[in-house]
T-cell receptor
Framework: DSGVTQTPKHLITATGQRVTLRCSPRSGDLSVYWYQQSLDQGLQFLIQ???????AKGNILERFSAQQFPDLHSELNLSSLELGDSALYFC??????????????FGNGTRLTVT | QKEVEQDPGPLSVPEGAIVSLNCTYSNSAFQYFMWYRQYSRKGPELLMYTYSSGNKEDGRFTAQVDKSSKYISLFIRDSQPSDSATYLC?????????????FGKGTRLSVIA
């Protein structure tokens, strides 16, 4: 068990809808990362927060947004959903702010299906 | 050309075999190299971490980095059915900014008892 909790585990919704994915990092970790995993694209970095502040941004669509709250949990909001947004969404946490020297601990993901 | 290339497999080997998993990359600035293991329906977990070129061994696992060839490998000795998983390489330039890790797409490994 990595200590990172993601809810819900599964989400099925329709095109055009909006969903919120939630992540609780490991105790003591200040960074939260969001990744999208699909068969054709692999694991794609979306966004990172460190202690409440946005730290790095990857290939995150404008329809997607995230935030990290004072208790360090994070939420990823996906809106105007399209079929192509169907994927596994992972949250990872780490102690430090730099992913190359502060190991990432991944949750078990939220599987999003857009119909 | 993608930044990180990894053969997706699947790779199927008998129990006890030596497994070789590989990634090639195009960005010569990469300095930090990692291997993550991902079991079905689980998140990736860090398996090996190396900096720059050379070898690192941890039990049955050996990670090799050849920066001159832009090629990294993970060897698994005496493979076990419990090693059946997807293995993802990841790498970073490790600069003073916060360039995120770049992952390969993963190689799916099955070890048959």
């Amino acid at each position: 068990d990595s200590g990172v909790t993601q809810t819900p585990k599964h989400l099925i919704t329709a095109t055009g809808q909006r969903v919120t994915l939630r992540c609780s990092p490991r105790s003591g970790d200040l960074s939260v990362y969001w990744y999208q995993q699909s068969l054709d694209q692999g694991l794609q970095f979306l966004i990172q927060y460190y202690n409440g502040e946005e730290r790095a941004k990857g290939n995150i669509l404008e329809r997607f947004s995230a935030q990290q709250f004072p208790d360090l949990h994070s939420e990823l909001n996906l809106s105007s959903l399209e079929l192509g947004d169907s994927a596994l969404y992972f949250c990872a946490s780490s102690v430090g702010s730099r992913s190359y020297n502060s190991p990432l601990h991944f949750g078990n993901g939220t599987r999003l299906t857009v119909t | 050309q993608k930044e990180v290339e990894q053969d997706p497999g699947p790779l199927s080997v008998p129990e006890g075999a030596i497994v070789s998993l590989n990634c090639t990359y195009s960005n010569s600035a990469f300095q930090y190299f990692m291997w993550y293991r991902q079991y079905s329906r689980k998140g990736p977990e860090l398996l090996m971490y190396t900096y720059s070129s050379g070898n690192k061994e941890d039990g049955r696992f050996t990670a090799q980095v050849d920066k001159s060839s832009k090629y990294i490998s993970l060897f698994i000795r005496d493979s076990q059915p419990s090693d059946s998983a997807t293995y993802l390489c990841a790498m970073s330039v490790g600069d003073s900014g916060n360039t995120p890790l770049v992952f390969g797409k993963g190689t799916r490994l099955s070890v048959i008892a």
